[in-house]
């Protein structure tokens, strides 16, 4: 059996395929065989080494929360799936309900639990959950991080409603999943971005209102113009300290900003003076609970929504594949295939 595994020095570089026994799924547990697996820029992070949840991450890991197969054998105790159910993998194994601890938030596939990028690998019964028909694996290995943070964002925390606006920064695999889901929600989008050429497939894809950041570094300026002078109701943040600021400017009195990224890097602190001034909300959010999952599978279902794969790889190449994630390469989502 065959599973991608990353070492110290780490590094993409050190991204290679060993082989290891095949194992065995106890009391409780399902045997999957992996079909596809998607990157995200948590992945990125964790092969060169800078990312850790719980203990700190020695040795040899096995990366990637994200992916989809099919049960091949089942332990004792399972009730939830039976061999020969296609599945996709959960971003955490025990967050199935209800609100986010410690121990859920420590339950996370590729850190500290090893990850789906494997032949065969064993999760949790509360870890896998079944998906719609329509999707492709390559599909569905796309949905537990990228587009349950999306979800979640709109429709869990910030509990938007048709005919408002969000802004989506970027076009990685989670803003065009909540450009999607906004869209079909009814609710106004901006998508900003440095390439026109990414903000065209945006405009095809149904947003409302593009706004290339390289041309217009001060972009709160065009959203407020975009609505009025109101401002948003809602931003995705993906650059963290980076555009906060503009993200600050553009948010509406009351309004929502979801941190779930930190590719800008670092920048200058909030002053909370200014979200005391416009009462906006900033919350920090990873990911979702099996719960979300599931309500968001039936939605995409109900919309027939097809996730965005924009370029897919040999699990054997998976050096590549991170070095395509690097480079910013990506509209949607990255996908590494695993055949035979």
């Keep these: 059996m065959r599973a991608i595994q990353v070492s110290e020095p780490w590094g993409v570089d050190r991204g290679e395929v060993g082989e290891r026994p095949e194992p065995k799924p106890g009391h409780g547990q399902v045997l999957v065989r992996m079909k596809a697996v998607s990157l995200n820029y948590r992945d990125l992070l964790m092969v060169g080494g800078v990312y850790s949840r719980g203990p700190a991450m020695a040795g040899t890991i096995t ?31 025990n967050w199935t309900s209800g609100r986010a601890t410690v121990e859920k938030l420590t339950s996370a596939l590729g850190s500290p639990i090893p990850g789906a990028g494997a032949e065969l690998q064993v999760f949790s019964q509360e870890g896998v959950s079944k998906v719609p028909d329509f999707l492709t694996d390559e599909e569905v290995a796309t949905l537990p991080c990228a587009a349950l943070t999306a979800w979640r964002g709109l429709f869990e925390d910030a509990r938007l409603e048709p005919g408002d606006t969000v802004v989506l920064q970027g076009t990685g695999g989670v803003s065009i999943f909540g450009l999607q889901f906004a869209h079909a929600a009814g ?25 290339n950041y390289r041309a217009t570094p001060e972009w709160s300026r065009p959203v407020r113009e975009a609505t009025g002078g109101v401002g948003a109701d809602f931003i995705m943040e993906v650059g963290g300290a980076g555009t906060i600021h503009q993200s600050l400017r553009a948010v509406r009195i009351g309004g929502h900003i979801a941190i779930i990224g930190v590719v800008a890097g670092a920048g200058e602190g909030v002053n909370p003076g200014v979200l005391i001034g416009n009462n906006a909300k900033l919350q920090g959010l990873s990911v979702g609970s099996r719960e979300m999952f599931e309500a968001m599978c039936r939605a995409i279902a109900l919309h027939g929504i097809r996730p965005v794969v924009d370029k897919v790889f040999p699990f054997t190449e998976v050096r590549e594949a991170f070095r395509a994630m690097q480079a910013g390469e990506h509209f949607g989502k990255i996908v590494l295939t695993f055949g035979g």
Excluded: M, N, Y
Excluded at 85 to 90: F, I, Y
Excluded at 189 to 201: F, M, Y
């Design 187 to 211: 609710l106004r989008t901006i998508v900003t971005s440095s390439s026109d050429a990414k903000l065209e497939r945006a405009r095809l894809l149904g947003a409302d209102h593009l706004v």
């Design 63 to 93: 990366p990637f929360s994200d992916g989809c197969g099919v049960v091949e054998a089942v332990g004792e105790g399972v009730t939830r799936v039976k061999p020969g159910d296609r599945v996709s993998t959960l971003f955490f194994q």
